[in-house]
């Protein structure tokens, strides 16, 4: 389904709690009004109208990596973010003889500091706006692919007009299933680079083991630095660029939070389902999750298998397997976390209320039964077609093939006028076209590349006939994957890029395998596309009937419904808090004892030696918790996260930076379908332990007195 049309709310919201706690909510920005005595209420100490003003701090300081979050620290554009966020850019910089990965990275100076991984960007909010009625034009009395286009060329258009700013990154995203639409619009820096990273035994300390559970002894920090040109504009790299200035960063909090304390925390929530239905739900938990995460269990042995006692190998995957491994684990929080609370039952329960009160009133059923109707059997359709869609990517894991599919895609665009081309195939996309395939170069080896689509082919090739996709059947028979890999010439970085621009009559007249493969399968893809359009189309129609009746039974109740999270910028309040687990009192704070207790010296607990001396020796300096009596290093609170929220800023009462979010509880992640407050904590590094860590181990002290902190 295309997210634009109906990114954060895919379906129908089902009934709220019968009285929301303050712990939950992703909350719009203009949406502050309506719960500023709320907030006042929990502890918050500035003006709630501030959080409602993207040109005033906090939120200024606030910024996007484009799948992660991050804030502005100080005024020379330091970037604080999580560290499993800046993974990718320690891979990409990472030789055995420089293992950036396990060791950690730290520029003397600012000539020091290494370009991120290509594609890597610093987005700058600057504007959320309404743009519903513009989208909605001519689209009203539509359906199908016709109302798919038009929705598609008025987000076009919107993003067209928003994007002749200079160096503006601009999207138009769902909320309410496509009943109201919003433009985000962001500065766009694309010179990125890596600024300072603790050691994996610091970043990862704890590693998958401890991966979505608490207690908890990581270190989840790292930091960036945003470039722009001489003249302030946003800049490809290049060596005369200075340091970003941002309008505003966050101050550092002199002194840490306590338990019972309010907190927030703003970023870019990536993906929840919480407006899914009841049907929805029941598919997901009963076939695409077990599924999805039987594939990922699987792929993770494999790369695994593969990359055993080879360190370039394990380097080129490390990424690949950290992202396998976390979706896989909380693949396995949302089974078990849908069973804690009997997600599907109540679902289902609070879904029948809402459906009570539109059929209580012959004008509702009148107004909203024909849209409950069709959206029922369109979600059962849309069900069955995403699992079959799930099996049937089996045959994409191949990069090279991936690279191919890409490239001639590309190439069947640019044959269109720009404006009627796919998103994600327009001249703004080209650089990020170019950088994806830019970082096959570090993340890619042929013999393991080949191991890996072996062994997504031989899961692919039990499907049933009419789920495999006829002409790839047809171009692998008779054919071996050695081959293919023998014979073509994409393994190359500067051949691939070649092909990026080239006309579809080269593509037809190419000899290379993997060419000739995503030619052979283009055609059926598109037909494919063609009918998910038209079925978007129709959901989109469907799904936001029925939201205006939803809005409209939250109204009656006298509730404020915030929007499922779609990777635009939100903020979410909590308190500072443990929680009881089944004889266990989970108190909020991890201290650095945890860490020596914890370290092994070997595998996921090897934390550095420095580090564990200083614990012994108690040397904490002035980053003691008066309350705890020794160093922090990891806190627990209720504010309400999700993907992308990796990276978040933590805030306290008077909006200084305490910490950052960078995790979850395994028992917690069914959160992303219902938020429950008793089960519901986030975890954050604490600032202390960054500070420390910074000063005692590091000595990144060029670093904190640029974000105003002496050290000790």
């Known amino acids: 389904m295309k997210k634009f049309l109906l990114a954060g709310a895919s379906a129908l919201i089902i009934c709220a709690p019968a009285a929301l706690m303050a712990e939950e909510g992703m909350w719009l920005p203009s949406q502050t009004g309506a719960i500023a005595e709320d907030m006042k209420a929990a502890g918050l100490e500035l003006d ?11 939120l200024t300081a606030i910024a996007s990596l484009g799948g992660c979050s991050a804030a502005f620290l100080s005024p020379q554009g330091l970037v604080a973010t999580n560290h499993h966020c800046v993974a990718g850019s320690l891979q990409y910089n990472s030789s055995p003889e420089n293992d950036y990965l396990t060791n950690g990275f730290l520029a003397a100076t600012l000539a020091d500091e290494l370009p991120a991984a290509p594609g890597s960007r610093v987005y700058v909010i600057e504007d959320l706006r309404d ?106 790299y290049a060596q005369d660029n200075v340091p970003f200035q941002p309008k505003a960063w966050l101050p550092i909090a002199s002194d840490g939070v306590k338990e019972g304390d309010f907190i927030m925390v703003a970023g870019f929530p990536g993906t929840t389902e919480r407006l899914r239905t009841a049907d929805e739900a029941r598919f997901y938990y009963e076939e695409l999750y077990p599924y999805q995460q039987r594939m990922l269990t699987e792929y993770g042995d494999q790369i695994e298998a593969l990359t055993e006692g080879d360190q370039a190998a394990q380097i080129a995957y490390a990424a690949t397997l950290q992202g396998v491994e976390n979706y896989e684990k909380k693949i396995a929080g949302q089974l078990a976390g849908a069973d804690a609370i009997s997600l599907i039952d109540r679902k289902q329960a609070e879904e ?27 979600v059962a359709s849309n069900n069955a077609e995403a699992l079959a869609d799930a099996r049937r990517a089996m045959i994409r894991r191949g990069q090279l093939y ?9 190439a069947n665009e640019q044959a269109r006028p720009d404006k009627s081309r796919e998103p994600g195939y327009q001249e703004r996309d080209r650089t990020f076209a170019t950088q994806s395939l830019q970082r096959i170069e570090r993340r890619y080896m042929p013999e393991i590349d080949r191991g890996l689509w072996e062994a997504a082919l031989e899961d692919y090739r039990v499907l049933d006939a009419e789920d495999r996709v006829k002409s790839f059947d047809a171009f692998m028979e008779g054919r071996e994957l050695a081959e293919l890999y023998a014979a073509t010439e994409l393994g190359d970085t500067a051949k691939r890029l070649e ?102 010296g070997r595998g996921e607990f090897d ?82 332990f960054m500070l420390w860590t910074m000063d005692k181990v590091d000595g990144a002290q060029r670093l904190l007195a640029e974000m105003g902190v002496a050290a000790d």
């Open 131 to 236: 743009v519903t009625t513009a989208m909605m034009k001519g689209a009203d009395r539509l359906e199908g692919r016709a109302r798919y286009d038009r929705l598609q060329a008025n987000r076009t258009a919107l993003i067209e007009a928003c994007e002749r700013q200079a160096n503006r990154r601009c999207d138009v995203r769902a909320y309410f299933g496509g009943q109201q639409y919003w433009l985000q619009q962001q500065l766009e820096i694309k010179d990125v680079r890596l600024t300072y990273a603790p050691a994996a035994g610091v970043g990862n300390f704890g590693g998958e083991k401890d991966n979505w559970m608490w207690p908890r002894h990581t270190g989840d920090f790292a930091f960036y630095r945003a470039y722009v040109a001489p003249d302030g504009s946003s800049a490809t």
């Open 402 to 410: 991936s690279a191919a599919r890409l490239l001639y895609r590309w």
């Open 352 to 378: 029948s209320a809402f459906r009570a009160w539109i059929a209580a009133d012959p004008g509702r059923a009148a107004q909203y039964g024909a849209a409950l109707a069709e959206l029922d059997a369109l």
């Open 48 to 58: 709630a109208a501030t959080l409602g003003d993207l040109q005033r701090p906090p």
């Open 499 to 600: 092909w990026l621009g080239k006309p579809v009559a080269d593509f037809k007249a190419s000899d290379d395998p993997f060419i000739q493969l995503a030619v052979a399968t283009h055609d059926e893809a598109m037909a494919r596309e063609a009918a998910d359009k038209a079925r978007s189309g129709d959901l989109q129609k469907a799904r936001s009937t029925v939201m205006e009746a939803r809005l409209a039974y939250a109204a009656s109740q006298g509730k404020t419904m915030y929007p499922d999270a779609n990777g635009s910028l939100r903020f979410t309040y909590g308190k500072v808090t443990g929680k009881a687990v089944d004889g266990q009192i989970w108190t909020p704070f991890t201290t650095a004892e945890g860490i020596v207790a914890k370290h092994t």
């Open 607 to 688: 934390a550095p030696d420095t580090m564990i001396e200083l614990i012994k020796a108690k040397d904490y300096g002035r980053y003691v918790a008066p309350e705890l009596g020794t160093l922090p290093v990891d806190f627990l609170s209720t504010v309400d996260i999700t993907n992308g929220n990796s990276g978040s800023s933590t805030l306290n009462a008077r909006g200084e930076f305490v910490g950052l979010a960078f995790d979850g509880t395994i028992e917690g992640v069914v959160a992303d379908w219902m938020y429950n407050p008793a089960i519901n904590r986030t975890i954050h590094v604490d600032s202390r």
